[in-house]
């Protein structure tokens, strides 16, 4: 590992953690109403599966392994993002170029957090979790997915980020 | 008669009969047969049937008809009333017989058909298959048109019903016509609805009516046929959700969608965009809305959400766009015979992306050849390429785009060899050994075998204008092209570019090529220098002097410069400048001599430039003025005798004797006059020219000219002071103006004066405004001194001076003074 790893990885975070808002709310707009106007309703989390990230663990271990589940779920949920909306908005660049800088700064982070974890806590592999693949399903199951996973997202990224 | 018993029992029984079957006929007596009716399903057999009067127990009847009274009746025994027998030709006679239990005939009916009477109704049509499409919310019916059961050539029309809901409401109702063909014909008819299939049950339903022309009785429809049923998605146990999914619709389309929910939910509000629409209930598990015209929906499309109690949410997409613009200015071209391509404006966006985005194919209809084209959508121009076929040369080709909502297409009529776009031209290379020829070598990828190209050159230069050359030759298969370019200028660095096109058929140039640079090689000067000598004041040494040749003369580095001496062919002094210097000096001897110079590059010497070192003595050698021009000076003279070989204006850039820069200029012995321009020459700087005449025999100065390029006014003021003073008069004295502040050639001096006393804020007197101010003008350049007269006694008087040239005046000198009171001399107060 880079000798400033963690520094890095901490600075990739607070990255993600300042644009995620900005994200979200361009996204819902793409979507077209009524995401924006009922987003809570829309885009609930009932049913949905997305990594817990919980502010009270105890060990560092602990954190890098929940940090890596998060990210790799965050990864494998923007890449179906993106796809799909590269579909259904491929005209809409600035919101296809924040989904591509988010995925590349989670990649980065996944790819620090696996030399985080081989090299101080000889972990190397860790099961992650991913949600539902939204290939084949229909246009409006798409959008509301994406936003049920951004909209969480928002939330749990603030809380890696107070962590860290 | 009456004695036979029998006869009597016969009668009897006879009348009994007739009156039996005319009572029937009237009333109706118990068990007789009545409203018999006969009706057609085809055309081969009858079906008819009765009732009786009464009801009752009886036994079979017996049912005869006669087609003839030459035939015997054909008798059928019947339980029931209903009996089916051929078709007749003609009226029939129908006796039907009921009988009692026991066999024994109970009553008897007969009755006469005609044709008229019979009734053609078809048997009631079976719905073979009733599918429905989701995606197209389309049905299709099929049925059999029982075609062999009737003669070839009958107009069937068949009625067909759709109805929708549970409650079966009828939706639509058409009539469809077909022609029977003798034969068992499955029919088939689609239906759009303009509600999703899914969101309730639809049911089909048909009838039929045979035109049978030349039949006299009675045609009716048929019975309908068993309905057929397409369940909705609201009966299946989880069918839930909003219908239809994803589809795409033209703008202005008019679209219903519907929500199925589970039973017992209720559905609060459905929304097409932001906008709440009223509900449209279908059944207990299901309500649409209707969008009316509905406007272009943004890339992601429109979302149709459904909310329902406890705030469920589910929804769908719909993509509202627009059918493909026909393709405008469509264009086709190959740059490498290999592949052609085609161009063309797409027109108004469709507004549908992805999946739906409009699609491409190329047809050419020669060799029935059929592409699809992988477009960039985000591009302005839309490009497909086409494979260059063997041995065609001539296209048609036509360009389909389709979108989910429509199609439209375009046509060209290609002759490929008029279509030629070369690329552009590659690996430039310029080379030769030259000094004013060069090769060109560059490569263009592409097959050209089948037509001659025409190149363009372009040369540049630093020190000319841009030409351009053109080469014609014979097109190759991705090979390289050469050609020559003459006459180009030695040591002259040049840039070439190169572009192509076809020959025979111009249709477009290639691109320009990367520019090639190249410089020519040396080649010696292409003429002597212009050379001018200067005979020292003693006479024993010479000057020589020669400016650099111009670059296109130079056809090279000057290197340096060879200065001879020659007296008639004998070398008597020879001395080998370097550059950069452009002057010499030699020893003359006791005799002059011819000086040649020659200017020396790598790959040569220029001619030798001559001139002869003798100064022929000068008389009465004047100096005269030349005229200031603003951008020049302007000098004359007259011709003078003997003046063969021309005229020299020589002077220097600086007035002192030295340092001095010596310029010169030559003139044809027929001039008398020149404007002498200089980018050195400064205004307000007089230079001094010397007019020399080239003779046979030598160079004779024949005047002096100084000038100025502008005159400018005298730098300061004349100094001057006061000489005497009495009371009427001053006399005033001044000195000259050195030459370097004159500024331009003295014409004159101004002296004012007036009353005043000295004060220090006091303006110059010419722009005081006093109305005693006096003014003398002294043209005279020689004087320099004025007594000013008529002056009052014991007066303070301001006197200003200042000199003048033809550009203007300069500043002035200011004294005062005052005048004596009687005749007593007195200093002047300053």
């Known amino acids: 590992c880079r000798s400033n790893v963690y520094e890095q990885t901490r600075k990739q975070v607070a990255l993600l953690n300042a644009t995620a808002q900005d994200l979200f709310s361009l996204y819902l707009k793409c979507q077209g109403e009524p995401f924006s106007s009922e987003t809570d309703k829309l885009c609930s989390p009932n049913g949905f599966f997305f990594p817990d990230f919980h502010e009270n663990r105890t060990s560092e271990k602990e954190v890098m392994v929940a940090m890596y589940k998060l990210f790799a779920f965050l990864n494998a949920s923007l890449g179906n993002i993106t796809r799909d909306q590269e579909e259904l908005n491929p005209t809409a660049k600035e919101l296809l170029d924040r989904l591509h800088n988010t995925t590349k700064t989670t990649q980065g982070l996944i790819s620090n957090l696996t030399c985080l974890l081989c090299k101080n806590y000889n972990i190397f592999q860790v099961d992650v979790r991913y949600g539902p693949n939204s290939k084949g399903k229909r246009a409006f199951k798409k959008k509301q997915q994406g936003c049920q996973v951004l909209r969480k997202y928002v939330q749990v990224i603030s809380h890696a980020a107070r962590i860290l | ?830």
């Open chain 2, 1 to 830: 008669m009456w004695k036979n018993s029998s006869l009597r029992c016969v009668l009897a029984l006879a009348i009994l009969c007739l009156t039996s079957l005319i009572c029937s006929q009237e009333i109706g007596s118990p068990g007789e047969p009545q409203n018999l009716k006969c009706i057609m399903h085809n055309l081969h057999k009858m079906i008819c049937t009765w009732d009786v009067s009464s009801k009752g127990r009886y036994g079979q009847t017996d049912f005869c008809y006669a087609t003839s009274d030459l035939l015997p009746p054909v008798c059928i025994k019947t339980r029931e009333k209903r009996v089916e027998i051929p078709v007749s030709e003609s009226s029939f006679t129908v006796i039907i017989t009921t009988n009692s239990i026991y066999g024994a005939a109970f009553a008897t009916k007969k009755f006469v058909i005609h044709k008229k009477d019979i009734s053609f109704i078809p048997l009631a049509p079976h719905i073979l298959s009733l599918t429905p499409d989701f995606s197209t919310s389309t049905l299709n019916l099929k049925w059999s048109d029982n075609g062999s059961v009737f003669p070839y050539g009958l107009d069937a029309f068949w009625q067909i019903e759709i109805l929708r809901k549970e409650t079966m409401e009828k939706v639509t109702q058409v009539i469809y016509h077909s022609k029977l063909t003798h034969e068992n014909i499955i029919l088939s008819w689609n239906w759009t609805s303009d509600m999703p299939l899914e969101c309730t049950s639809h049911y089909a339903k048909i009838r039929s009516y045979i035109n049978i022309t030349d039949f006299v009785g009675h045609k009716d429809w048929s019975d309908w046929s068993p309905v057929e049923k397409v369940p909705g998605k609201d009966t299946e146990p989880n069918g839930s959700g909003v219908f239809p999914q994803d589809t795409v619709v033209a703008v202005g389309s008019d679209v219903t969608i519907c929500c199925i929910h589970e039973e017992g939910q209720q559905i609060q509000q459905m929304t097409y965009g932001s906008e709440i629409y009223p509900l449209i209930h279908l059944s207990s598990r299901s309500s649409a809305i209707r969008v009316v015209n509905a406007s272009a929906s943004d890339a992601s499309g429109t979302n149709v959400v459904c909310t329902l109690s406890q705030d469920w949410m589910d929804g769908t997409v719909l993509f509202v766009g627009y059918a493909p613009d026909t393709p405008q200015n469509l264009s086709c071209e190959t740059s490498n015979f290999l592949i052609i391509k085609c161009t063309w404006k797409p027109g108004k966006p469709s507004g549908l992306y992805g999946k739906r985005r409009t699609k491409y194919s190329l047809l050419e209809r020669i060799s029935g050849k059929n592409i699809s084209c992988e477009v960039n959508e985000m591009s302005r121009e839309r490009v497909c390429g086409f494979p260059v076929l063997a041995d065609q040369k001539t296209y048609s080709f036509t360009l389909g785009v389709s979108n989910p909502v429509g199609q439209a297409e375009s046509s060209l009529l290609v002759d490929l060899t008029q279509r030629v776009h070369p690329k552009t031209p590659e690996k430039l290379i310029a080379s030769g050994n030259s000094s004013t020829d060069v090769h060109l070598h560059w490569y263009i990828n592409g097959s050209f075998t089948e037509i001659w190209l025409l190149c363009q050159i372009e040369i540049s230069s630093g020190h000319s204008e841009q030409k351009l050359q053109n080469v014609s030759m014979a097109g190759g298969k991705f090979s390289t092209y050469t050609a020559q370019l003459n006459s180009l200028h030695p040591y002259t660095k040049y840039q070439f570019k190169v572009r192509c096109s076809a020959a025979e058929h111009f249709w477009r140039w290639s691109d320009w090529s990367r520019a090639e640079e190249y410089t020519t090689l040396e080649a010696q000067p292409a003429r002597g220098p212009d050379v001018w000598r200067e005979r020292s004041p003693s006479g024993r040494s010479l000057k020589i002097f020669w400016k650099p040749l111009s670059l296109s003369e130079a056809n090279g580095k000057i290197v340096s410069h060879e200065v001879s001496c020659y007296l008639l062919d004998t070398p008597l002094e020879y001395k080998e400048v370097t550059e950069p210097s452009h002057s010499t000096e030699i020893k003359l001897g006791k005799n002059d001599c011819v000086i040649s110079v020659v200017a020396k590059n790598h790959a040569g010497s220029s001619p030798p430039t001559k001139i002869m070192s003798v100064e022929l003595p000068s008389d009465d050698v004047r100096t005269e003025h030349a005229v200031a021009l603003g951008n020049g000076i302007y000098i004359s003279w007259t011709s003078y005798p003997n003046v063969t070989c021309g005229y020299i204006v020589k002077w220097c850039h600086s007035s002192g004797a030295e340092h001095c820069s010596v310029d010169w200029e030559k003139f044809l012995s027929n001039t008398t006059d020149a404007v002498i321009k200089s980018v050195l020459f400064r205004p307000g700087v007089r230079y001094n020219f010397s007019l020399y005449g080239c003779k046979s025999s030598g160079y004779q100065l024949l005047k002096n000219i100084t000038g100025y390029m502008k005159e400018l006014p005298p730098k300061r003021a004349p100094n001057f002071t006061v000489e005497e003073t009495s009371s009427d008069s001053i006399l005033v004295k001044w000195e000259d103006i050195p030459i370097e502040d004159c500024q331009g050639f003295l014409e004159g001096y101004r002296l004012s004066f007036a009353k005043g006393e000295k004060d220090a804020l006091k303006s110059r007197l010419s722009e005081s405004g006093n109305p005693e101010l006096k003014v003398k003008n002294i043209t005279d350049l020689t004087k320099k001194s004025l007594r000013i007269l008529d002056l009052q006694g014991k007066t303070s008087y301001q006197l200003d001076l200042q000199a003048y040239t033809a550009g203007g005046m300069s500043p002035a000198n200011s004294l005062y003074v005052v005048t004596k009171e009687d005749c007593k001399l007195d200093i002047p107060i300053y």
